[in-house]
Structures are given as structure tokens and as C-alpha cells.
């Protein structure tokens, strides 16, 4: 039995006094992932889209990097939220028969209107003609599935990817609110849960905006080098430093929100306040240091000061690379930090639990792990299958 | 209109209709048929078979115990607390035997040191201290357990 075994167990997780449904925390690592991967999808798609739209000719290699990866995390962004249910195979049935009222079943509508009508169309767009080229060089089933790919549409005339570019331009600038939405969407769940005081925040859906646009930058910066490495190319400079500059007033905004957000709650002072700054000092590992050190504050010195001065090529090289690591794990940490801290302390707000992850399980450290890496094997799949270094170059006057 | 367009259109077109099909089939019978849930879940419910009874039935039959038990300090337990959901016993008596709950791990679920408890309300005690030789129900009777 040890019924009372375990409880005196849990108990010493306590600190002061909590209710007792408060003891295990409900939502875990997974529902961090979930804001994480979602993050990393918007702010590579808007990375692209920047490119498109403003023209930003110096973020040209990285296009097709940015818009596979954001395609190969939206491909997982679900998963570890179907992977979080208790009954994972009857994930769809929210999308069967949706409620209105439920904010899970419209992100459903929200994610599939990213997948279908923004992502999967403007890579189409970009890829059609390659897909005709490439049906007809390769042989077996490859040829069968590129020519699939193209929907029947063989024309490679210039003047038919002169379409290509217009259509693709305007799903571009839909998929720029589409991305907004679908991750402000994401920090309106939380920011919405309004008896949480610390989620329920009217700021929450743009911090989580900003914070993913750093960190899908981040992404491309990381995956750009990484690529540009195994492929022993030379890395375009100009386009590094482009990225480390928009990295670092993005970077700015995303903390100057996040202040912010806490100079307000500081201020108002509200009930809630003891707990929220004892709540700050239980979080000193993975939000001191991790979240504002780390993630913030070393980026924006090194990238504030090759504003200024500009350094030899290696050593900005090297800065860029551990730079775009040091983001996306601050940016992590941030999640962390909402979901896991947002739920330490007791609504009485007199105590905290603590969360400890276990390795094993459908909610452990493994499965996480799972969820991270699974979206690098289908980059590299879409990179294999779709590589942007042999796309043709149709001249298009 | 382009070419490309007008194949999109056809895929998307495709894909919804292939959707509402999918949907047909996957949405349950009964939804919707009172509101926003499966109507069958009510009868769902209705259905399951009862398992706990009224508690007065079990002195109906265990009178001694019941006279026991009112003069004690469990006398406001449920017998169905400790021994178990009773509706089929009480059916048939033979067929159906309740547990008797004799580990010192039982008691200890309501009597253990637990800090987060008020003390005066259930009696604590140290069961890794309290008498670690024999259970529990050798000195105390579980039905009127003042030592």
C-alpha cells in the first residue's frame, strides 16, 4: 500500500501552504515545448518573409533555410501537445466537433490555416518550377513524386514564374498576420487564463510574438551555419551580420516588452505581488540566469557591440554561433519560466510546490527530447528532397 | 485566372471535401442532438452499474456492529469507506465478500503523522512508532477503536 509513504513524499515538495490539487503540476516540460516549437516556427516564417516582402537582399541564403524549418517544427509544434493528453488518440476529435468557445479547437483552425494556406503554398510557389526540373532529371519514384508535386502545372517559362512570384509575394504578406496570429494566439492561451496572475497579462500574446520571433532568428542563424559548414561553403558575411543586426533590436524590443510587463506588475503591486516576487527568487536559475543572463543580456552586449566596431571575420563567426545557442536556450527558459513558474505557487498564494521532471514516461525528459530532435531529422529530409542549392535560377525580367 | 491557381484550387477543394467526408464519419451519433455533446453519454451514465448503497443497509443486517460502531469515534464512517463499495453484497451476502482492511497501512491512511492536517480534528499517530509489532485492529476494534 505506502499510500502514506507517498504522501509524506510529496509532501516535502511543499513550502508553506498550498490546496491539494495544487501539488502536481499539470501542465509540464511538454506544454513548454508546445510555445517553444510554435515560437520557432513564426519568427523563421517571418524571417523569410521579411526577406520577400522587404526585400532584404542580404537575407537571400537564408530564404529557403528559414521557410523548410519553419515548415519541419510546425510538422512537430502539436506534438508534444497530443503527447500531453491522456487519451493522445483521440487528439482530433477537438477538431471534429469544435467549440467555439474552446481556445484549443480554434488554435486547431489557427494552426491549420498556417499549415495549408501560408507555409505549404508559399513553399510550393517557390519550388514549383524546381519540381518540374527535377522530374524530369530523376528517375524511379523520386520522378513520380516531384511530378505529383507540380499539380500538373509544367510550364518553366519565365513568364509562368513570374506568376509563381506574385501569387507566392501575396502569400507572403497573408502569411505575415497568419504568423502573428498563430503565435500571438499561443500567448493568448496563457494570457487569457485570468486566474493565473502570473499569465494574465494583456502584453502576453505580443512578449510571446517578439520572444518568437528572436528566437526562430536565432534558428536560421543557427541552422544557416551549421548547414553552410557540412556543406563546406563559405558563409556569406554580410548575411551574418544582417541577421545579428536584426537579431539585436528585436532582441531589444522582446526585453524592453518583457521589462515592461514586470515594471507594471512591480508598480500595480497587486494581491498577488508577495508571491510573484518570491515566485522571481525561486526562478533565479532559469530565469536570472538563464532567461535574463544568459539569453538576454550577453547576446545584446556582443551583438550591441559589433554595432559599433566590427571585429575580424572569425571571431564574429564564433560570437554569431554561440550567440544564436545562448537565444534559443534564453528563449526556452522564457517559456519555461511562464508555464512551469506560472504554476509553482499556490492560488492561496501562500505557498509553492516544486517541479521535478522524470527522465522516463510520456511526460518525461526523454519524450522531450524526442520532440526536439525530431524536427532536425525532417529538416534534414527537406533539405535532401528540397535542396535550395539546386534550385534553377529562371530569369524572371 | 493562372494555371497554378486553378489547380489550388482543385487540391484545396479536394481536401475540404475530403475533410467534411472524414468528419462525417468521425463525429459521433448522437452529437449535437441536444446541444454541443454526445447525447448518448447521457444514457452512458445512467447506465453504469451502481456500486456504493445507503449506508443504513449494512446495519440492517450487522446490527451488533452498528450498535458498536455509533458509540465511537468512527461512528460517522462509512462502512463502504473501509470495507469497499457494497452494493453487491448486499445483493447476495455469500457471493460477494468485502475486504476487511487489517494492514497498519489502512489506518494509516487517516491516523498518519501529516504535518498538513489539523492534528485536534483525526488523532495522529507515528505509525512507523505506534506499537510497531502488532496491526493496528489487535488492540483496536476497528468499529470502536478507543484504546
Known amino acids: 500500500m505506502g499510500n502514506f509513504d507517498q504522501l509524506y513524499q510529496a509532501l516535502t515538495k511543499v513550502d508553506g501552504f498550498i490546496y491539494p490539487n495544487e501539488l502536481e503540476l499539470r501542465w509540464s516540460v511538454l506544454i513548454t515545448l508546445y510555445p517553444y516549437i510554435t515560437g520557432l516556427v513564426a519568427g523563421a516564417f517571418i524571417l523569410a518573409s521579411l526577406n520577400r516582402v522587404f526585400n532584404v537582399k542580404a537575407l537571400k541564403p537564408t530564404y529557403e533555410i528559414s521557410l523548410l524549418a519553419a515548415f519541419a517544427f510546425l510538422c512537430v509544434a502539436t506534438m508534444p501537445l497530443i503527447s500531453h493528453l491522456g487519451q493522445p488518440q483521440r487528439f482530433y476529435e477537438i477538431m471534429m466537433t469544435p467549440h467555439l468557445t474552446s ?10 490555416w498556417y499549415l495549408m494556406a501560408v507555409l505549404l503554398l508559399e513553399i510550393w510557389f517557390d519550388y514549383r518550377v524546381d519540381f518540374v526540373i527535377w522530374s524530369r532529371e530523376k528517375k524511379g519514384l523520386l520522378k513520380l513524386v516531384y511530378k505529383i508535386l507540380t499539380l500538373g502545372v509544367m510550364d518553366t517559362s519565365p513568364k509562368s514564374v513570374r506568376t509563381d ?4 509575394y501575396i502569400i507572403t504578406v497573408i502569411g505575415i498576420p497568419s504568423a502573428f496570429l498563430l503565435h500571438g494566439y499561443v500567448g493568448f492561451i496563457f494570457g487569457s487564463v485570468k486566474a493565473n496572475p502570473w499569465w494574465s497579462s494583456v502584453l502576453m500574446p505580443i512578449i510571446f510574438l517578439f520572444s518568437a520571433m528572436v528566437s526562430g532568428i536565432a534558428l536560421v542563424l543557427f541552422l544557416y551555419m551549421i548547414i553552410t559548414y557540412i556543406r563546406k561553403q563559405k558563409l556569406d558575411m554580410l548575411c551574418l551580420d544582417t541577421i545579428g543586426k536584426l537579431l539585436f533590436y528585436i532582441l531589444i524590443l522582446d526585453f524592453t516588452l518583457e521589462s515592461l510587463d514586470q515594471i507594471h506588475r512591480i508598480y500595480e503591486a497587486g494581491e498577488s505581488f508577495d508571491i510573484i516576487s518570491l515566485l522571481m527568487s525561486k526562478l533565479f536559475f532559469s530565469l536570472t540566469i538563464m532567461q535574463v543572463l544568459m ?7 556582443i551583438l550591441g ?3 559599433f566596431h566590427k ?6 563567426k564564433a ?3 554561440i550567440i544564436s545557442i545562448l537565444v534559443l536556450v534564453g528563449i526556452f527558459f522564457m517559456r519555461w519560466n511562464v508555464v512551469i513558474g506560472g504554476q509553482l505557487f499556490s492560488k492561496s498564494f501562500l505557498g509553492f510546490t516544486t517541479y521535478k521532471i522524470g527522465l ?3 511526460e518525461g525528459l526523454i519524450m ?15 533539405l535532401w528532397f528540397l535542396p535550395p542549392w539546386k534550385k534553377a535560377h529562371i530569369e524572371d525580367k | 485566372m493562372p494555371k497554378q491557381l486553378t489547380r489550388l484550387i482543385i487540391v484545396f477543394l479536394i481536401f475540404i471535401s475530403l475533410f467534411l467526408v472524414v468528419r462525417h464519419f468521425l463525429v459521433p451519433e448522437s452529437f449535437y442532438k441536444f446541444g454541443h455533446y454526445r447525447a448518448d453519454a447521457l444514457k452512458d451514465n445512467e447506465d453504469h452499474q451502481v456500486k456504493y448503497i445507503d449506508a443504513a443497509m449494512c446495519s440492517a443486517c450487522h446490527t451488533d456492529i452498528d450498535s458498536l460502531k455509533v458509540s465511537g469515534p468512527h461512528k460517522n464512517i462509512n462502512c463502504q469507506t473501509c470495507h469497499g463499495p457494497g452494493y453487491l453484497h448486499v445483493e447476495d451476502p455469500s457471493k460477494n465478500v468485502l475486504i476487511k482492511p487489517t494492514e497498519r497501512a489502512f489506518c494509516g491512511k487517516c491516523h498518519s503523522l501529516n504535518a498538513a492536517r489539523a492534528c485536534n480534528i483525526i488523532k495522529q499517530q507515528d505509525i512507523a512508532q505506534h506499537n510497531i509489532d502488532n496491526k493496528c485492529v489487535e488492540c483496536h476494534n476497528p468499529h470502536q477503536p478507543q484504546p
Open chain 1, 103 to 112: 481556445a484549443m479547437a480554434i488554435f486547431g483552425f489557427v494552426y491549420l
Open chain 1, 165 to 168: 512570384n506574385k501569387l507566392g
Open chain 1, 295 to 301: 539569453g538576454t543580456f550577453i547576446p545584446l552586449a
Open chain 1, 305 to 307: 557591440f559589433f554595432q
Open chain 1, 311 to 316: 571585429p575580424k571575420e572569425k571571431i564574429r
Open chain 1, 319 to 321: 560570437a554569431y554561433f
Open chain 1, 360 to 362: 522516463i514516461g510520456r
Open chain 1, 368 to 382: 522531450s527530447i524526442v520532440w526536439i530532435i525530431v524536427p532536425f531529422i525532417i529538416l534534414t529530409f527537406l
